[in-house]
Structure formats: structure tokens, C-alpha cells
Nanobody, 128 residues
Framework: QEQFVESGGGLVQPGGSLRLSCASS????????ITWFRQAPGKVREGVGC??????????HYADSVKGRFTISRADAKNTVYLQMNNLGPEDTARYYC???????????????????WGQGTQVTVSS
């Protein structure tokens, strides 16, 4: 049983936008920093950004490749974390995952071995 479920992926044209959602089942996302990763074929899984717990003020951290284009936030009244992606380009094509390393604050290091909880991912394809 997966505890995170990603949704919202799809096919978009360059310059378009998508909002991905990370929801939980039997797990309280608000208590922990939630991190978004992405992985394209033939490439390593890389960190996209993260949002800290509600108790840590929901501060965020982003990879340089998406800074200024992507925004991570928590839903107002649901156990959900969003990844808003704007001005998408082909380089953003990947499968996107949410995960947690079970700490409250974003570290900004995105070391894969630290993350124990994952979803199944949702595919984002940016193409004309």
C-alpha cells in the first residue's frame, strides 16, 4: 500500500503550466517536509524542491533548474501538497514523485537514500 499518491500529470505544450498534487493515505503530510523529485529516462532521480512542515512555517527550497518557475505549497484544508509548474519546457519532461525523509524541515540536499516514503509518480511530458 502506497502512502503517497501523485496526480495531475499529462501532456502540455512548451510554455504551458501544470499543477501536480501529492495526497496521503494513512499518513499526515503536515508533520513532515515533503519533497518533489523527478526522473527522466536514462537520468538519475533529482530533487525538484520541498516544503517544510506546517510547524516550521512551510518554508520552501527549490533546485536551481526550476527556481522562479515552480512553486510548492500546502493545501488550505486538506492533507495535500501541490507542485505548481509554470513556463514548462521539454527539459521538464520526467516522472514526478513526492517523498519524505521524515524530518520537519527541508534540507535542500535531496539525498535519495534518506527518503523512505514515496508515491508511484505521475508523468509530465512537455512537447509540441
Amino acid at each position: 500500500q502506497e502512502q503517497f499518491v501523485e496526480s495531475g500529470g499529462g501532456l502540455v505544450q512548451p510554455g504551458g503550466s501544470l499543477r501536480l498534487s501529492c495526497a496521503s493515505s494513512g499518513f499526515t503530510l503536515d508533520y513532515y517536509a515533503i519533497t518533489w523529485f523527478r526522473q527522466a529516462p536514462g537520468k538519475v532521480r533529482e530533487g525538484v524542491g520541498c516544503v517544510s512542515s506546517t510547524g516550521e512555517g512551510e518554508d520552501t527550497h527549490y533546485a536551481d533548474s526550476v527556481k522562479g518557475r515552480f512553486t510548492i505549497s500546502r493545501a488550505d484544508a486538506k492533507n495535500t501538497v501541490y507542485l505548481q509548474m509554470n513556463n514548462l519546457g521539454p527539459e521538464d519532461t520526467a516522472r514526478y514523485y513526492c517523498a519524505t525523509d521524515l524530518v520537519a524541515r527541508c534540507s535542500g540536499t535531496y539525498s535519495l537514500w534518506k527518503y523512505d516514503r514515496w508515491g508511484q509518480g505521475t508523468q509530465v511530458t512537455v512537447s509540441s
